[in-house]
Every structure is written in C-alpha cells, then in structure tokens.
C-alpha cells in the first residue's frame, strides 16, 4: 500500500495531492503510512487554505520553487555559493599541480646532480666484490660533497630508490639506512 500511496503522491506532480483525496481512495489506515512517510523525509504535507496538500520530495521543491519568492531567491543563493565553492575547490587544484609543476622543474637539476654523486659513492664505498655499500658511507661521501644534511640526504635517496627500483637494490640491516616497511635498509648497490 505504501507503494501505491507514492505512485499517487508522485503522479499529482507539483500541484500535490490532496490528503483528503488520498483517504477517500484509499481508506483511513493511509493516514498511518503518510505520516511514516513525513517522518523519513519521503513525502511533505503543507495546508493550503483549507486543505491538506502531499507532495514528494523533489516536486515540493519544485512546487517552493514556483510559488514561494523567498524559497526561490534562498535557493538561488545557496546555488551560487554551492557553484563559487566548486570553481574555488578547482581554482586551488589548479593551482596546487601548478605548484608541483614548478617544484619539480626547480628540483630537477637538484636530483640530477643528487643521482650522480649517489651513484658515484656507492661504487667509492662499494667494498664488496658484489657491490653493497652501507648507507653510512655513502651518506658520508655524498653529505660531504652537496652539504646536505643527514635528513635531507635520506630523503633524497628514498625518493631516488623508490623512483628508480629498476636500478637501486636494497638490504636491511645496518645501523642507518632508508626505511621500507618499517625496517630499516643499511646496505645500497646499484643493480
């Protein structure tokens, strides 16, 4: 029945229906189902002169929309606010991967030079016949010869070895290191 109450309600449009219309066809136990209905928000009743009127969600909107100006002029305003907040939202996006663009461009030549040295002093501290070099040597070299930090310079190698998996294997252990997973990986060759 409630289906049926809808498919009425619905149908009426944004004129509504009239409650009493409804009860007439289809008994008093609707008066129950409509006012479950109000509680979800499903359907509104607003008196109009005399009368009870129902509507959907959507046409009574639409019926404010038409017939109260001051609906009207506050959804219009909430509509603009709503559209001003989407084209700053995308303004700021915008801007953002502007920024990143940027900053990349700008660090470019930074990691270049970074990969360079990196990978010079990995095969300076590399003191294995397979190539493994501690971290901290090459940290050593590398923080000596760019005057980094010891942060910076573990930053700059995460992101290196990360980048380019391809070329860079990793080992734990150690005493420093960059850290994967939780652990920390002490031990660098190029592949």
Not at 141 to 162: G, H, I, P
Request: glycine share 6%; proline share 1%; hydrophobic share 35%.
């Amino acid at each position: 029945m409630t289906e049926e109450i809808l498919r009425r309600i619905e149908s009426a449009g944004i004129t509504g229906i009239k409650k009493a219309d409804l009860k007439k066809a289809l008994g008093k136990e609707c008066d129950d189902m409509l006012e479950t209905l109000q509680q979800k928000e499903k359907i509104f009743i607003e008196k109009k002169g005399v009368a009870y009127f129902v509507w959907t969600r959507d046409n009574y909107i639409l019926h404010l929309t038409e017939n109260d100006a001051k609906f009207k002029l506050m959804l219009n305003m909430v509509i603009g606010v709503s559209h001003s907040v989407a084209r700053l939202k995308e303004h700021t996006q915008n801007l953002r991967e502007d920024m990143e663009r940027i900053s990349l461009q700008e660090s470019l030549p930074q990691n270049i030079d970074f990969e360079n040295i990196f990978n010079k002093c990995i095969i300076e501290a590399g003191s294995t016949s397979i190539g493994w070099a501690p971290f901290s040597k090459v940290r050593e070299k590398v923080c000596q010869t760019k005057n980094l930090s010891k942060e910076k310079f573990y930053s700059l190698a995460s992101d290196l070895v990360e980048r380019h998996r391809e070329r860079y294997e990793v080992s734990s252990g150690g005493q420093e290191g960059i850290i994967i997973r939780g652990m920390v990986h002490g031990f660098v060759r190029n592949v």
